[in-house]
């Protein structure tokens, strides 16, 4: 077994951290209290190519692997959740959704955009009927012979106020069940794409969350993607992936809050002594790093599945329901090692807990993680570890 990253995947993990501290770090707080989205954080990032970063570079990309994607996610994750989802939707729901699935004059025509961050991407496909129930698409899309007719409304979009480029899940034929549901690439400067309410979030407050509404939007039969029904499975493809970025996301806030702590652990004195040289203290820090790495070997494991051409389905579920769990747990702790300042925003600890909520609700509750694995386990698909295939 090979636990040793690669020369540029240690370069990758190394800009991302150096950029998330330098760049990101200052103001976050304030762009969390008064929900501002990061403008100039989102253009910077663009420079730094991590909004197309396993797009092929004959796209605009940077031609990496799902690892460096991971770790570079993890490194943002620790300091700004609202950028950092930023990047996990552009990347592996657009822009990894559009390449694999996407036909060549689509790929032409939107994933450098992407990848340069001249346009943003959202994926739309809950509403507000329609969360863990993703095949009860009300959203239609009329089929008028070279044109489409987009009627609905989606809830919870990510990106939903700064993107010009909407992957949007809708029903063609409500006869069909899941196999009458469609995909479309739709540019938020058509005619009847109106961006609505704008949410007030617990966490993640500087990402833009919005419902969108669709008003008779005329859609080119040519920005369908894949064949005449094949949208839920795209969706579900796209979604297994993009489990593996907000996996990635849960890590990097729990290794942020863990790194703070033992920061703090070390600073602060108590009784004469460091605190964390009180058992009390150094206990929880032991605990921390111990689920931290199970999470970082799952989340790495379920990129590395990807890497290989393996099923990663039930993997980036694991790595998903494991790492946000962990997020969740220890983001309380970082702040209890912190007593009275980790509950005042300056030490940054209650933000990471309030971002790490999330992580356990968007690309898929961890009901639906347990779901997906519990189904994959009676199907007989996981009866051996799934990094090692049976040799027959
Ligand atoms: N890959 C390929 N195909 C898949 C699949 C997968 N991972 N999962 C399901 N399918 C296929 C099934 O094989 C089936 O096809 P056939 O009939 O041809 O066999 C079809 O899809 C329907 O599957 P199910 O019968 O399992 O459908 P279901 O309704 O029982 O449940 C579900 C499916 C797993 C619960 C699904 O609805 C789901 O994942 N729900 C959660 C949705 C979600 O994650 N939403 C997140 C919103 S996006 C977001 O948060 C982005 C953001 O902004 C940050």
New binding site residues.
Partial sequence: MEFILTEEQLAVKQAAREFAQQTLLPGVIERDTHMTYPTEQVRDMAEMGFLGMMVSPEYGGGGMDTLSYVLAMEELSKVDNSCS?IV??NNS?VCWGLETYGNEEQKQKYLTKLCIGEWIG??C??EPEA?????SQRTTAIDMGDHYILNGTKN???NGGSSKVHLVIAQTNIEKG??GINAFIVETAWEGVEIGAKEDKLGIRSSDTHTVLYNDVKVPKENRIGEDGFG??FA??V??G?RIG?AAQALGIASGAYELAVKYSLEREAFGRPIGQHQAVAFKLADMSTDIEAARLMVYRAAWMKDNGLDY?SGAAMAKLIASDVAMKHTVEAIQVHGGYGFVKEYHVERLMRDAKITQI????SE?QK??IS?NILNGTLYEPLWMPCQS
């Fill in positions: 989802v996990s939707v729901l959202a994926f496909l809950s969360g863990s129930d993703a095949t919870w979009i990510t899941h196999k839920f499975k579900m493809k979604l297994s993009g907000i389905t968007y690309e898929g509750t639906i779901l997906v189904r």
